[in-house]
């Protein structure tokens, strides 16, 4: 049985293992152009970072304005939980700041596991970094 922990904090303290994550997921695999995954906002957001069995496997960060954004798993991780884990740990940390509802913009093929986790898709499709995505709400009320 694997073991997995996720742990949060700034960009200077998790940027390393995230920003190879988030390389690979997004520029790798998903061929997402550099310029737009680095968009500098990284400093001023709190990060996570997920470990399954000591090791980076997951991560995502939660914006100022309560959104959620680059959602990343290696290929690797999928499937064991990482995710889940990730999601409920920024639903927390916005909810703790005082948040009335979280946003992401959700890749249109990972709408069922946001939905899952009780995300509400809204609006129409539209394309990021070539990439089929919609808007998604979680209520924390």
């Not at 000591?54 to 100022?64: D, F």
Request: aromatic share 6%.
């Amino acid at each position: 049985m694997a073991i997995a922990h996720v742990s949060s904090g700034d960009w200077e303290t998790l940027g390393p293992a995230a920003s190879e994550i988030r390389r690979r997921v997004f520029i790798d695999e998903q061929s997402v152009p550099q310029e737009e995954e680095w968009d500098g906002l990284d400093p001023e957001c709190l990060h996570f970072l997920a470990t399954l069995d000591g090791q980076p496997a997951g991560t995502a960060r939660l914006l100022p304005d309560a959104h959620i954004g680059r959602v990343a798993v290696l290929a690797n991780a999928r499937g064991t939980g990482i995710g889940v884990l990730l999601m409920k740990a920024a639903i927390e940390a916005a909810r703790h700041a005082g948040h009335s509802q979280v946003a992401l913009s959700a890749q249109v093929h990972a709408l069922a596991f946001y939905e899952r986790l009780g995300f509400v898709a809204h609006g129409d499709e539209y394309m990021d970094a070539g990439i089929p995505h919609r808007d998604m709400t979680f209520s924390l009320a």
